[in-house]
């Protein structure tokens, strides 16, 4: 009998999805709650969860073979010193088309000027505002996993070009060019809007810092979608402050929430949400679950398992 | 020798691309003014324009054998008692990504919240908004030419379901199921958005008005993208004022510039934008122009024929 653990935020919309799934051999139990949690994970060989809080049971979870992350970031169960003897499954190829909402969006936002086409309107203004054609933008994407590639090949269905950035440079089809990590300078000289879908790890921390932002355009706007740690955030609002780049979308940062007195809040040109650019829909993430379960049944590698030393 | 006659807001722009393409048994000259394009127009077999000004010097243009329009919507030009005795070709097939854009980014705009987001950034506050799943979300578009058809595709490559309806209900691979226009109430019942992307004819006139507004889910929001006449405003004002649809994005208007005293302006979920969801750009509709005078030359039928009594 295999005994899962269900722990997270929407504990009861997992228990419900999973048990019209009808699995073998197979026990459940749900619970949103830290000290709940730690009486029940040493029965249980898999568990299904949020990371943040899966972190903080893990010591308890001698008999664990397999976590199912309800996210894509999985850094805070690669910590050091965190227990690694059981395989660890993220949540993946679900959330391109989200990302690629978002970045749509307030890309879009800021080249049709939508926040002062609002303004005209309270004015009852009539004032057309120029904008650019869609072929003249340049899109560079840092990070080319499932979710850049999917943002890549929406970005082109509008006529935009793009281009992209991995640990490698090895050439991807969703993209006219690839640099590698050793050319992020060339690389961060050419787009109109740079977007960051990295992972958090030791690698991607402060990729983008004071001598990368002066590298950009003036008129470049950086869209973080990835992970808080990627940006030095010190060193965008100096940026933004002196107009070194022309804006910001940033859905992350270094510490969530956002501390109230961050001067990013009211800086013009930035546009702030709390960490929604993408969520994991329970019904998304209980498909994966349960093909992994199946294939865990039957022995077979499971789908998404992430390499503890590269965090992703 | 062929005389063109440039007619537009934008003409010395349009003079300098076509010149670049040094065309054969060629000249022409340029004009944003009315008057003098009077006096210019009889000289000429061929003119280039935006239709409003065109409108104005077609009784003087007896020699005219071919007019390309610079916009998509030439009802200015098809109007009852003007002359009809030229071959009249539009702009097609090339504002299919932009009115894409502007759909997408207004669609998404309201199922994020981006503007509450924006009250919240500015109020340091963080605070998650839900959304919809993009599967969960209908997209109704209401006229299958070459802009709705790429708005059906860009609309799928983010997981969203599109229904379509035209005249004859005629099936299209761009969407799920099409309507014809007689089924116009059984398919308004279905759609989240639902955007119009018409032509100006009698045939669309009002074809949105308080009775089809009243089927609408009251969640729904109206987008129109082609032109004013398709929606009863005085109806629509109505319905958004009682809660009968949820919001709308109106870029057309009955009249336009849309009048300082219209009650749209200061509507709770009333987007409005001053006819620029696409716009012309030269670069573009010069490349039409060039393919359209080699065909010219050739005798060969030109592209994007406009049949005056359709409008379209």
């Known amino acids: 009998m295999n005994k899962l653990l269900i722990l997270s935020a929407d504990a009861e919309t997992y228990y419900g999805l999973i048990r019209e799934a009808d699995l073998q051999q197979f026990e459940m139990t749900a ?14 060989n898999i568990a299904l969860g949020d990371p943040p809080l899966l972190s903080e049971v893990l010591a308890s979870a001698d008999g ?15 910590r ?12 993946k190829g679900i959330f391109g088309p989200q990302i690629s909402e978002y970045v749509m ?5 800021f080249e049709r000027r939508v926040f002062n086409m609002r303004i005209n309107q309270l004015n009852q203004h009539w004032q057309p ?6 072929k003249e933008i340049t899109l560079g994407i840092i990070g080319l996993g499932s979710i850049g590639r999917d943002l890549a090949l929406t970005a082109r269905r509008f006529g935009i070009r793009v281009i992209g950035l991995n640990r490698s440079g090895k050439p991807s089809e969703a993209v006219e060019k690839v640099y590698s990590v050793d050319q992020l300078a060339e690389f961060l000289e050419k787009p109109d809007y740079v977007v960051l879908t990295l992972p958090a790890t030791p690698q991607t921390n402060r990729l983008i ?8 355009k003036p008129s470049a706007v950086l869209i973080n979608v990835g992970r808080g740690n990627s940006i030095n955030e010190a060193d965008l609002v100096c940026a933004l402050r002196e107009g070194i780049i ?4 940033l859905d992350v940062f270094e510490k969530e929430p956002l501390a109230r007195d961050s001067q990013l809040w009211k800086l013009a040109n930035v546009f702030i949400t709390p960490h929604t650019s993408a969520i994991s829909f329970p019904a998304d993430i209980s498909s994966i679950f349960i093909e992994n379960y199946h294939r865990f049944v039957r022995r077979e590698p499971l789908m998404h398992v992430v390499d503890f030393e590269l965090g992703y």
Chains 1, 2 share one sequence.
């Not at 969006?105 to 936002?109: D, H, W």
């Not at 810092?209 to 950009?216: F, G, P, R, T, V």
């Open 209 to 216: 810092h004071a001598d990368m932002l002066k590298i950009m």
């Open 129 to 134: 505002l120029a904008y650019r054609p869609a």
């Open 64 to 78: 664990l073979e397999w976590v199912q992350s309800t996210w894509a970031g999985v850094e805070q169960l690669c």
């Open 246 to 249: 022309g804006g910001a979308v």
């Open 80 to 91: 050091p010193g965190l227990r690694r003897d059981y395989v660890l499954t993220n949540a």
């Open 31 to 44: 619970t949103s709650d830290i000290g709940t949690a730690r009486d029940l994970v040493a029965g249980c």
């Open 105 to 109: 969006t307030y890309l879009f936002a």
